[in-house]
DNA sequence: TCCTAATGGTCTAGTCTCAGTCCATTGACT
DNA sequence: AGTCAATGGACTGAGACTAGACCATTAGGA
């Protein structure tokens, strides 16, 4: 009944899986990192209130403003008192902790599971019936990657913004798992200019196979996309 | 920076959401309501020891054993002391309650979710290397729709084990998380005969393209699986 | 027949988390 | 200069949850 190494996925693991992923404290804290890390707030930028956020996770302030403090200990954010004050965020996330031995294990996982996700959502994309705002935000999410001064974050942005449009908030959630999991590795290997140029090229493909409205297109030029990084990742991980 | 009805989706809200899903005993017993809806364990099976299932739900024991009372109470568990005692299911869970007003609006949800990842779930299940017991037990798990006295436990068997053969932890708990979402839902409709013989045709046609190792097709077949319950709930509820 | 191991049943002390309240600070607006 | 609303900061009492120990029951095996 339990998961052996080795052994076929079960149903029952499943299933019968932990109910919360650690205390309410650690939630909150990979909660914050998250929102850092995938560029949804950029340094300089304010959280929101400490109530809100409390709202938001469904913690209690106590513990959102547990989770703040050890951020900003850590030299994420910082906090200012005051109407017009607020959390801010000061640097973007330090890199990962050394990357866990059980990584290659995993790694097939994350980019099984990544694959599934965005290239469902860039398919429903390309089904959705979107507005123009929605067209807008996505040409936009697009064309900042190519000015972004970090390119990662803003990657993540326009990816984000891709499962946004699919109109799914199951779906969105799940590509903002996958892609915080994807980046974990990510952050282990080098960000080449030549690479970025190339990913620029594949975004284009995608955002216009969605506003042209063809699924099929949309989804495989999503999986030619994440298959450059799953190959980048399995050569230096795998 | 809140969720409006008719809103686009934000980024921002599939980071910052709740980190807990509700309180440790209302996931406990979703958690077991679950192993019974998607037919993990069957009407007379055994549930694992309560400490094991406090282990691998990540609660205490006493949480456990709330969740089972409940569970009893409501009929649906049976508990005997002694050495090869232990916790047995009763029947099958009873139909989810009415369903709630805001159904409407999250059933394109689900439905675009399950698409995304049980497609990408057959794709890859087609791409993995399989060895002959990954094969033997597909091919069983198909099988067994057919004689099956309830079809829908036995179908999501048939579904998981396709996911589970993917290789992928993630998708897995993906898959089976979009298939309570759409089992809720399904339990509102009626089964018709008609509707299983056609179910079981694409079954198999699924199971081809995997076993083939064919990855276009089987997201295909899955694709147009899918399309006919989600046309059935549109249909009843949209 | 007795022993033993595995299981459910019970209890306790301690920690975590929450909801709510009130205080302190700040800067824009009047 | 004064006012005020929005924010972070601090505290308390109550309840939820946990870890762990111990008890009670059962059926198979020595």
């Known amino acids: 009944m339990s998961t052996v190494p080795g052994r076929r996925l079960a ?3 499943a299933v019968l899986r932990p109910v919360r992923a650690g205390n309410a404290f650690e939630e909150a804290v990979e909660a914050l990192l998250r929102t850092i890390r995938l560029g949804v707030v950029s340094p300089g930028d304010r959280l929101p209130p400490e109530r809100e956020l409390a709202s938001r996770l469904g913690v209690s302030r106590a513990t959102v403003r ?8 850590a030299g994420h954010l910082t906090s200012r008192r005051g109407r017009y004050g607020g959390t801010f965020v000061v640097s ?6 050394p990357l866990a031995p059980e990584t290659a294990a ?11 996700v965005e290239c ?22 697009q064309k900042a990657c190519a000015q972004a001064a970090d390119y990662r974050p803003a990657d993540s942005r326009f990816h ?15 590509v903002a ?16 200019p030549r690479n970025i140029d190339h990913s620029e090229r594949q975004h284009r493909g995608i955002l216009r196979a969605i506003l042209a409205g063809n699924p099929d297109s949309a989804r495989s ?5 994440l298959e450059g990084t799953a190959a980048l990742l399995r050569g230096f991980l795998g």
């Open 11 to 13: 149903a029952a693991d």
């Open 66 to 73: 547990e989770a703040i403090a050890a951020l900003a200990d």
């Open 92 to 97: 973007p996330a330090a890199p990962t902790a």
């Open 106 to 116: 995993s790694l097939e996982d994350v980019l099984v599971f990544r694959e599934a």
């Open 120 to 141: 469902g959502a860039a398919a429903a994309a390309a089904r959705a019936p979107l507005d123009e705002a929605d067209k807008q935000h996505l040409v936009e999410r």
């Open 160 to 174: 984000l913004a891709v499962a946004e449009a699919s109109g799914s908030a199951l779906l969105l959630n799940a």
């Open 177 to 192: 798992d996958a892609r915080v999991r994807a980046n974990e590795l990510l952050d282990a290997i080098p960000l080449l």
């Open 221 to 225: 030029a999503m999986a030619e996309h």
